[in-house]
């Protein structure tokens, strides 16, 4: 069995990672420091495995509480892996933090943990001889255009210390891809608006405070946390007005990710980049509404402001990814609106 550390595995993402990884038979290491996750969610993740497979795989999923900047706990995580005769072949590294306006408040923090957290990974990484890596990269990554889906290819340029730290996390991969290409297993993966819940709705994202995506606020919307959806801008370049985005199904994504790792490792030493995306957009109107029917809630909105910073259109190109990893959304809209809601009701204050 192979054994897989995953940085921040007890987020959003990562927690629903853990759940795929566990069922396609990995071993699996997490540190997380929990700053901006629960230690529920991890429990809830073996809760399903229990339910579903009848199968208790407590002894596959070793948790470290621990943060990136302190390079002794990744180290401490190595070490374990190996005194248990399950060294660690590759890393999913999620760990980060992702608040774009946090970000331009508080650039230092976010070089330091997402860009220097990194680093310190990179290097216990190399001294342990685990040359794999999978990285949580971002479509904000890109320079965005009018009207026309997003390739790997496209220009980089992006406008918030976020997504500045991502992208100097993907050009220093290529760095040390450069010195030693046939060792280094490399994947970014540049999502685009991960969304929705595990159809159990044990597992969710439960984000601390008010949150400042679109979805999970139409969640608390809908259940009576907040009163209204405030839509950024009502004269977007588009046909009716608001933001258009592509949003994925974060189960999606989770496959995404085992697909990616299943990839790099029966392939040659490599470094790709491949956007996680559906290739479809929808508009902040359509998303509202699709979310009311498909629930039969409300939404009450109103309009105001463009949000700086904000774009009329980010859709991905996905096909790069679709023709090397055997992997496809299969997903929609109305599944993210009923596995998210499903969470929201069954969980009103998160873990
Ligand atoms: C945001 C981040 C992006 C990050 C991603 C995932 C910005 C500018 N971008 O993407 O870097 O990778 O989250 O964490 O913050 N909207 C409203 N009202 C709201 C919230 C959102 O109208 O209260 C609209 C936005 O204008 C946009 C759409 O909903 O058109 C989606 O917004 P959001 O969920 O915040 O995601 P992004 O901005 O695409």
Redesign the pocket.
């Known amino acids: 069995m192979k054994s897989i550390l995953l940085t921040g595995g007890a987020g959003f993402i990562g927690s629903h990672t853990c759940l795929s990884l566990l069922e396609n038979g990995y071993e699996i290491f997490v540190i997380d420091s929990y700053i901006n996750s629960s230690r529920k969610s991890l429990e809830n993740v073996l809760k399903i495995l229990k339910k579903k497979y009848n199968r208790n795989l407590k002894n596959s999923l070793n948790l470290f509480e621990g943060d990136l900047k302190n390079v002794r706990d990744i180290e401490a995580v190595f070490q374990k892996a190996n005194e248990v005769n399950k060294s660690i072949e590759a890393v999913i590294h999620f760990a980060g933090l ?4 946090e970000s331009m408040a508080y650039p230092l923090c976010y070089w330091e943990n997402n860009f220097y957290g990194t680093i310190n990974l990179l290097k216990i990484m190399e001294k342990y001889n685990c040359k794999n890596i999978v990285f949580s990269s ?3 990554v890109y320079q965005t255009k009018i009207n026309q889906l997003l390739n790997e290819r496209d220009k980089c340029s ?3 210390p ?2 500045q730290t ?1 992208l100097a996390v993907e050009k220093l991969l290529k760095d040390i891809y450069k010195s030693a290409p046939s060792e280094w297993r490399i994947a970014c993966l540049r ?5 929705g819940a595990h159809e159990s709705g044990l597992i969710g994202e439960a984000p601390f405070g008010k ?7 139409i969640t608390k919307v809908a259940i009576g946390i907040m009163s209204e ?5 009502s004269d ?1 370049p588009t046909p009716d007005g ?4 592509d ?1 994925i199904h974060v189960m999606d994504l989770s496959e995404g990710h085992i697909s990616s790792l299943n990839y790099l490792l029966k392939e040659k030493p490599q470094m790709i980049t491949l956007n996680l995306g559906t290739g479809k957009g929808t ?2 109107k359509e ?1 509202i509404r699709t979310f009311e029917k498909i629930n039969n809630v409300e939404i009450p ?1 109103s309009f ?1 402001e ?7 259109f ?1 859709v991905a190109d996905n096909s790069f990814a679709k023709s090397i990893l055997s992997w496809e959304p299969s997903r929609n809209i109305e599944d993210i609106c009923r596995n998210g809601w499903n969470w929201q009701v069954m969980n009103p204050d998160g873990y």
């Open positions: 992702k608040s774009v306006s971002s479509a904000t992006p406008v918030n976020y997504g991502k999502y685009f608006n991960p969304v949150p400042n995506n679109l979805f999970p606020q959806i405030k839509i950024f801008g977007w608001t933001g258009i985005r949003y508009s902040v998303f909105f105001v463009r949000r700086p910073g904000d774009n009329a980010v």
